[in-house]
T-cell receptor
Framework: GAVVSQHPSWVICKSGTSVKIECRSL??????MFWYRQFPKQSLMLMAT?????????EQGVEKDKFLINHASLTLSTLTVTSAHPEDSSFYIC?????????????FGAGSRLTVL | QKEVEQDPGPLSVPEGAIVSLNCTYS??????FMWYRQYSRKGPELLMY????GNKEDGRFTAQVDKSSKYISLFIRDSQPSDSATYLC?????????FGAGTQVVVTP
């Protein structure tokens, strides 16, 4: 089945630094990837839709200059949290749609837990 | 009103019991319906998906979709402690995925 690899699985950084999270589709090409944020015991909150070769589409209320998304190839999307602050601490999860089988479903990465000190 | 409503639980059942989960949705345009399982501190993993109405069975899991009432269900037979997780329902219409809040399930030995 479709596999999405996300790295790092956890990261701790100092306030004011930037952190990059990578999301790769291992066995399929993904023209579209999605980035979610999840707070404890809450559901997934869509942050942005990452489109290969073009600008990401951000959801309302998500700062595009704060959360930089780059989708440079059909198998890689990155999320950079710039000038991170403690309130950015969260669980970030990427996903990709694998439609080759005809099923329109999302495959998720394992998530990245960010802690900003 | 959220487009997909799901009771967050927690839902506690004894080992061996049937777990019954459900969601309602508001947009009749939704075509694909999915159930994901998420263990603590992990990304969601796809359990089952169905297209349009009907039932789908996979081992101990059965997914049902009733488009007339906009109701989707997941049943887990012979539940095991390893089934303890959060289960999220999801729908898709033209590439816009909508997720329920997730129901926390606890299967006690």
């Amino acid at each position: 089945g479709a596999v999405v690899s996300q790295h790092p699985s956890w990261v701790i950084c100092k306030s004011g630094t930037s952190v990059k999270i990578e999301c790769r589709s291992l066995d399929f090409q993904a023209t579209t990837m999605f980035w979610y944020r999840q707070f404890p015991k809450q559901s997934l909150m869509l942050m942005a839709t990452s489109n290969e070769g073009s600008k990401a589409t951000y959801e309302q209320g998500v700062e595009k200059d704060k959360f930089l998304i780059n989708h440079a190839s059909l198998t890689l999307s990155t999320l950079t949290v710039t000038s991170a602050h403690p309130e950015d601490s969260s669980f970030y999860i990427c996903s990709a749609r694998e439609g080759a089988s005809g099923a329109n479903v999302l495959t998720f990465g394992a998530g990245s837990r960010l802690t900003v000190l | 009103q959220k487009e997909v409503e799901q009771d967050p639980g927690p839902l506690s059942v004894p080992e061996g019991a049937i777990v019954s989960l459900n969601c309602t949705y508001s947009n009749s345009a939704f075509q694909y319906f999915m159930w994901y399982r998420q263990y603590s501190r992990k990304g969601p993993e796809l359990l089952m998906y169905t297209y349009s109405s009907g039932n789908k069975e996979d081992g101990r899991f059965t997914a049902q979709v009733d488009k007339s009432s906009k109701y989707i269900s997941l049943f887990i037979r012979d539940s095991q402690p390893s089934d303890s997780a959060t289960y999220l329902c999801a729908t898709d219409s033209w590439g816009k995925f909508q997720f329920g809040a997730g129901t926390q399930v606890v299967v006690t030995p």
